[in-house]
């Protein structure tokens, strides 16, 4: 299939706490460097036609207001983790203004949580002003969103699958710490790979920065942007001068075409 030009938007590029986390008094979380300032993860995709997010953060109101996204089309999903699927009820004002459902793509397990979080949805007698849903189920195989074409890449988040997914030469992926192999080939010859680098220490269900460093390598991608960022990895600035001209943490608000 020939892809449409993608604009990529980085809406969330922190873990689950956000950075700064509430609270804390580190560094990085006073730090003034804009490139600090992290809302949960989440990426807004765009061709001509065709406008998504993969999943609805707890920040998903703000981050659709700062971006002047007036337009959606799809939500798509990676895992039922909170930080991942709680903004889901904001979509009810594109709702309100476009006149369709909102669609959604999840694969069984998202799918089972998103309808126990938001039972009132899905109800058969709907109070007035609830989101208008459409569930779609996705596992393995492609699928399509108006005019893009996503490829599911299953991860491990610990024992919990989670979905990536490639659409044309850009893949994403988040809240992973393993990735089998046949998994990998899936990732294999894309542009820009968009991987979770949680820390510096080890973590049980997410990449480090040195894990995160070693499989951009491995699969050999000229261009890598790091998320789920936690503040426990250092100030922005820092960290990328670290790395590798080709590898680089990605911050809210960066943009990419491809």
């Not at 337009?71 to 709702?95: C, E, M, Q, S, W």
């Not at 991860?155 to 044309?168: A, E, Q, S």
Request: charged share 25%.
């Amino acid at each position: 299939m020939q892809h449409p030009s993608l604009k990529i938007t980085f809406l969330g590029t922190g873990t689950s706490s956000g950075v700064p986390m509430i609270a804390c008094d580190c560094d990085v979380c006073k730090s003034s460097d804009k490139k600090d300032k992290r809302l949960r993860s989440s990426v807004l995709i765009e061709t001509d036609s065709t406008t998504f997010v993969i999943d609805t953060t707890p920040d998903f109101r703000y981050q659709m207001l700062r971006t002047n996204t007036t337009k959606l089309d799809a939500v798509v999903f990676t895992h039922p983790h909170k930080d991942h699927i709680a903004g889901l009820d904001d979509v009810r004002a594109y709702n309100f203004f476009s006149g369709d459902p909102m669609q959604l793509y999840a694969n069984e397990l998202t799918a089972n949580a998103i309808k126990k979080e938001m039972h009132y949805a899905f109800a058969e007698h709907k109070y007035p002003g609830v989101p208008n849903l459409i569930l779609n189920h996705i596992d393995n195989d492609k699928f399509l969103v108006g005019n893009i074409e996503l490829q599911p890449i299953k991860v491990w988040h610990l024992k919990m699958p989670v979905l990536g997914f490639r659409v044309g030469d850009f893949t994403y992926i988040t809240d992973a710490n393993r990735i089998d192999d046949e998994e990998k080939e899936k990732i294999v010859g894309s542009k820009i790979l968009v991987l979770n680098a949680l820390r510096i220490e080890k973590h049980i269900s997410h990449f480090t920065l040195s894990e995160a460093v070693e499989l951009a390598r491995e699969l050999d991608i000229p261009e890598v942007y790091f998320t789920h960022i936690s503040h426990q990895l250092g100030k922005h600035i820092d960290v990328n001068s670290e790395l590798p001209r080709h590898i680089q943490l990605a911050y809210d608000g960066l943009t990419l075409e491809i």
